[in-house]
């Protein structure tokens, strides 16, 4: 489970071009979310939805901005 988290924030890192820190910090207000999940650290099933909700809630911005600024 702890595999399929950090694979999808590094795909979120990857798509954004954000900083390791700075997606921490913008997914789950921790600036070393990424360093700690690549160690094996815990991370609470609530904390696991809190990041994909803000990896969506994120990609839904950034296609609404993509969008106006093609319009």
């Known amino acids: ?3 399929t988290i950090l694979s999808e ?9 954000l900083s390791e820190h700075r997606a921490g910090i913008l997914l789950a207000r921790n ?3 990424v360093e700690r ?4 650290g815990r991370i609470w ?7 994909r909700d803000a990896i969506q ?3 839904e911005a950034r296609l609404a901005a993509k969008q106006k600024g093609a319009a």
């Open 45 to 51: 099933p609530e904390t696991q939805r809190a990041i």
């Open 57 to 59: 809630r994120e990609r």
């Open 31 to 33: 600036g070393k979310l």
């Open 1 to 3: 489970m702890q595999d």
């Open 37 to 40: 999940l690549r160690a094996g």
């Open 9 to 17: 924030v590094e795909a979120f890192i990857a798509d954004t071009g």
